[in-house]
Every structure is written in structure tokens, then in C-alpha cells.
């Protein structure tokens, strides 16, 4: 056994993509999967409502159920994340990875190609919802494999900077999709926009989907998966080998990361909402204060994922979750100032908290199983949350609203709640960066 690890190693050096080059591709790959799936959360805040229901429905319950369209996205995850985690297993990270970048992009397209219910009545929801499950169904395979082929092919000491580049996809994605809008919005009437021209963001995706796949398809899998494949140490069904072996790793996995999506949802997707129906505010102020906020977390993402190199993933995790939780309160309080500056403020402090805790996550998610059960793993611990907290939060969120007179404080208080959740489960998951891995940082050894 010992010799076919030393010949696969010794040909992994002549063969393997260098890091860079897979962790600029994995960048550029999920931020194209986000801005796909970031215009639907801005989309369903500004447009879908009127357009894809019923006009019997009042505005609000046009509202709520653009927001339930949006969560059905969240729905398909996890599944996304058992289909893909099983063969992304068993057939390896990067095949995994195109097939889920064309199903976003197809359905992402086909989105704006859509008939509203004025012209075909209760068909326009319904596939409306159908796409939006396609969406889900693909970003939720897409993750486990963009992580994974970040951290498997780094060295040891680096694998929280380099995990943190697909993770900088998601402010990426947000960037493009909020500026996109803006854009859009700027540029054409109200009448316009609710015409045609919320269209074009969903229609220019198909050209970036092109650049992604044409940069994704030339990388090589991982040497960890390689690794597995010479030792014939696949498994047959991942999900059943995880869920018997680490459940109470994968539950863990799922209440760390109840937060960062949750917090994430209510000050870039539900932030809209409160905007518009609260403060009586042009939607331009939170979609520039989103803008404005993306640079943040785009920016404190590889330095949170390099600082857990050197300090372990506890403490950057922890330090994060613990300044959302500590801050909801005072984010919405600026929020409610009305000032366009202060307002971004309290986006910008957010995002970068939550950045926080995206910067490690790839690489913590990742040390917590094993290399042949590790995309089916850390998906599944990833996606669980989708479900109950990122999908439905704008939802939540807004019902709150509703039910305790136009106030913010019952929002904050989900978010305090949301954080202990986080923090109590990330202490019980425990500190994934070995000693091996500090030896090696200590040492200088950093790959290249």
C-alpha cells in the first residue's frame, strides 16, 4: 500500500495544477454559481412579486411569496448536496463541478426568458419555482466540490487562504448581481424595469457561464481523490457511511454554519424589503450599501482564512459569530438613521462579521471528514442549514415584521438566537487544524 502512495505522490508532482491556478479557478467558478443565485434573492425583493402572482394579492402577500419562491431554493440544497456529494465521492470533484455550473446557468437563463402571470397565469409561478429548484439543486452540489478542490490540492499549513477563495465567490457573486441591478435600475424607467429590463441581469449569466466552464475544465482532481482512487478506498453509498459513522459531526457542522447564512440573507436579501416598507427609502441606498459591503467581506475572507492558519479555525470562527450576535442590535439601528452612510456601515460591519466565519469554513467543514466521505460530508453539514435558516430567513424576517408592527427588534433578537446556536456548536465541534499543520506553518513550508 505504502508503495502506491509514494508512486501516485511522485506523479502528482509532475502533473498536479499549481494552487494558484486552482484557486483562481475556484473563485471564478463560484462566483459565477452566486451571481446566478444572488439575482434571484434580489430579484424576488424587487420584482417577483407583482410580476409572478396574482394581482388579487396584496402587496404584502405578493411579497411573501416571492420570499417562499426564494426559500424553495434552499429546499433543493441539501439535496443537491447528497446527489453530487455521492458521485463528487465516488467520480471525483471536478466533473461534479461542471455539471452543476451548466445547470445554474441554463436555469439561471431560462429565468429571464420567463412569461409573468399576466400572460399565462398560474403556469408563470410554477415554473418560476421549478427553475429556482434547479438553482438550488446545483449551488448546493456546487459548494462541496469548490471547497474541496481549494483544500485538497493546497499544502497543509495554507489550507484556510486557499479554502477562502471559493468562499470569495459569494461576495463576488453578490457584487455583480447588486451592481447588475443598480445598473439596470439606473438606467431604465420604473415602468421599464418592471417591463423587460429585469431581465438582463438573468440573461447576461449565460455568458459567464461560458467563461466558467471554459476555466474550470482545465484543472486537474484533486490529489486527495486521486489518493483514494489507488487505494481503492471508495466507498459505495458516502451518505449512508457518513451518516453512521459522523452524524454527530455533520449536526455540528449544520448549527456552525446557522448563523453566516441567516445573518447573510436578512442584511443583503431582506434588507431590501425593510428599506422600501419601513423606511420609505429608494432601493438604490441598500443595493449600493450592499455593494459597499461585498468589498468588505470580499476583502476579510483570505485574511480570516490565512489568521486561522496561524491561530486555528476556533478562534477567527468564534471571534465572528460572537461580533454578529453582539452587534445585531446596533446594525439595525444605524439601519433605521436613514442615512445612506451609516447604512452602509451597518452592511459593511456585518459582512465583514460574517466574513469571519466564511473565511475558515471550507477548510474547517473539510477537516471534519475524511477524504472518501468528505464531499458528501461537509455538503451535507453545509446545506442542513438551508433549509430552517438560510432560505426561510427573508421570509421570517418579514413575517416579523408584520406580526410586531413594522419594528426591528424581533429581527435582531432572531439573530442573538441564530448566534448562540453557532457559537455553542462550533465549541462542541472542536479545533480541526492539526499539529501537523502548525509544525509545517511554523516551519516555512508553503507550497506553491
Not at 418560476?128 to 434547479?134: C, D, E, G, N, Y
Not at 448563523?259 to 429608494?282: A, D, E
Request: charged share 10%; with cysteine; aromatic share 14%.
Amino acid at each position: 500500500m505504502s508503495k502506491v502512495i509514494d508512486k501516485l505522490e511522485s506523479e502528482e508532482k509532475g502533473k498536479k495544477t499549481s494552487i494558484r491556478r486552482v484557486a483562481l479557478a475556484s473563485w471564478i467558478g463560484t462566483s459565477i454559481e452566486w451571481y446566478d443565485f444572488f439575482l434571484y434573492g434580489t430579484a424576488a425583493a424587487l420584482v417577483l412579486g407583482p410580476l409572478f402572482f396574482s394581482p388579487k394579492f396584496s402587496p404584502l402577500a405578493a411579497q411573501l411569496a416571492a420570499f417562499a419562491t426564494f426559500w424553495i431554493g434552499f429546499v433543493a440544497r441539501p439535496i443537491g448536496g447528497i446527489v453530487f456529494g455521492h458521485f463528487g465521492d465516488r467520480l471525483g470533484r471536478k466533473t461534479m463541478l461542471v455539471l452543476t455550473l451548466m445547470i445554474m446557468g441554463v436555469a439561471t437563463f431560462l429565468v429571464g426568458c420567463l412569461p409573468t402571470y399576466s400572460v399565462i397565469g398560474l403556469w408563470a409561478p410554477i415554473l418560476l419555482v421549478t427553475l429556482r429548484l434547479l438553482q438550488g439543486f446545483a449551488v448546493g452540489g456546487e459548494w462541496g466540490g469548490a471547497v474541496l478542490m481549494a483544500t485538497e490540492h493546497s499544502p497543509e499549513n495554507r489550507r484556510g487562504f486557499y479554502g477562502s477563495w471559493p468562499q470569495m465567490g459569494v461576495p463576488t457573486g453578490l457584487l455583480l448581481s447588486s451592481l447588475l441591478f443598480s445598473l439596470v435600475l439606473l438606467s431604465f424607467s420604473q415602468q421599464d424595469f418592471l417591463a423587460f429590463a429585469w431581465r438582463i441581469p438573468f440573461l447576461v449569466s449565460i455568458v459567464l457561464v461560458g467563461v466558467g466552464l471554459f476555466i474550470r475544465l482545465t484543472i486537474t482532481e484533486t490529489p486527495d481523490f486521486e489518493r483514494v482512487k489507488a487505494t481503492q478506498s471508495i466507498v459505495r453509498v458516502p451518505l449512508v457511511d457518513v451518516l453512521r459513522t459522523h452524524f454527530k459531526t455533520v449536526l455540528l457542522a449544520a448549527g456552525a454554519n446557522a448563523l453566516g447564512p441567516g445573518s447573510f440573507y436578512i442584511f443583503v436579501t431582506f434588507i431590501l424589503t425593510y428599506g422600501k416598507q419601513v423606511l420609505h427609502m429608494p432601493s438604490s441606498v441598500f443595493l449600493n450599501a450592499t455593494l459597499i459591503g461585498a468589498v468588505v467581506m470580499f476583502l476579510t475572507l483570505p485574511l480570516a482564512g490565512a489568521f486561522s492558519d496561524r491561530l486555528g479555525r476556533l478562534p477567527v470562527f468564534l471571534t465572528g459569530a460572537a461580533f454578529t450576535g453582539v452587534m445585531a442590535f446596533p446594525l439595525f439601528w444605524l439601519i433605521d438613521t436613514k442615512s445612506p452612510f451609516l447604512i452602509a456601515l451597518a452592511v459593511s460591519l456585518a459582512l465583514f462579521s460574517i466574513g469571519l466565519m466564511y473565511g475558515p469554513l471550507a477548510a474547517f467543514f473539510s477537516e471534519l471528514f475524511g477524504t472518501n466521505v468528505r464531499y458528501s460530508g461537509a455538503s451535507l453539514g453545509y446545506q442542513a442549514t438551508a433549509i430552517f435558516v438560510g432560505g426561510p430567513t427573508p421570509l421570517i424576517a418579514t413575517w416579523l415584521l408584520q406580526q410586531f408592527g413594522l419594528v426591528s427588534w424581533p429581527i435582531a433578537l432572531y439573530i442573538i438566537v441564530l448566534a448562540m446556536i453557532t457559537l455553542v456548536s462550533t465549541y462542541l465541534a472542536g479545533e480541526t487544524r492539526t499539529v501537523a499543520q502548525r509544525q509545517a506553518l511554523a516551519g516555512g513550508t508553503v507550497g506553491s
